[in-house]
């Protein structure tokens, strides 16, 4: 069963609404005591790192995921979700994160290196390209996501780079670590390579039950 965690910055319908598509078996609390109930968990965020992080921080929700990840258990994080599992972001003045994964937050420059500008935020349809083997990408083809987001991970662990997207600069749209996964995008909004990605996390929680 995979914990939704509810932080009060996710979109927590639209996630849990693409568990049901899947016939998956979720539950969503704010509650520690209540998550240690499930096998597995998703972070979902809209918003602000800064903000997300001071309320993960105060209801102790960052020590438990922490320690989560620490006793084995699958973490997916999704959009801001995905942000929060790095070292830190520089969003609203330099915010300490998860540290679950090696990287920094930044923000698209909003202009190429000749001067031409482009819109921030990053939202639409972007193709992902494929850069390491992960079971969270097992039979998925390359093809269209959809992003919504003003800032993106600056990481030089590479390995951790699951798959990219291109906007002006490489994005990690895809990571993964261990027991650690992130999508940058949304794949409950993502047709069906986004429900191909869901379906795969659902099976590393059910793997790691059954282990």
Not at 40 to 67: N, Q, W, Y
Not at 76 to 91: K, R, T, V
Not at 97 to 118: D, H, I, N
Not at 166 to 183: H, L, M, R
Request: glycine fraction near 10%; hydrophobic fraction near 35%; charge should be neutral.
């Amino acid at each position: 069963m995979i914990g939704i965690i509810d932080y009060g910055m996710g979109n927590l319908y639209s996630v849990s609404k693409a568990l049901e598509r899947l016939n998956y078996a979720y539950f969503i609390s704010d509650n520690p005591k209540k998550l240690k109930e499930a096998n597995g968990f998703i972070l979902p965020g809209v918003g602000s790192f800064k903000d997300a992080m001071h309320i993960l921080r105060e209801t102790g929700l960052a020590d438990f995921i922490r320690a989560s990840v620490k006793q084995g258990k699958p973490l997916l994080g999704i959009c801001l979700g995905m942000q929060l599992l790095f070292e830190e972001s520089e969003e609203n003045g330099l915010t300490k994160g998860l540290s679950l994964l090696k990287g920094r937050v930044v923000r698209f420059p909003g202009a190429t290196s000749s001067g031409e500008t482009y819109k921030v935020p990053h939202m639409g349809w972007n193709r992902l390209i494929f850069r390491h083997p992960s079971p969270l990408l097992k039979n998925v083809e390359e093809g269209h996501v959809y992003f919504v987001h003003s800032y993106y991970v600056n990481t030089n662990d590479q390995e951790a780079i699951l798959a990219s997207s291109s906007y002006d600069v490489d994005v990690p749209a895809v990571v993964g670590k261990g027991n650690v996964f992130g999508t940058q995008f949304h794949p409950e909004k993502s047709s069906d390579i986004g429900m191909s990605i869901l379906q795969n996390y659902a099976s590393i929680v059910e793997g790691t039950v059954n282990k």
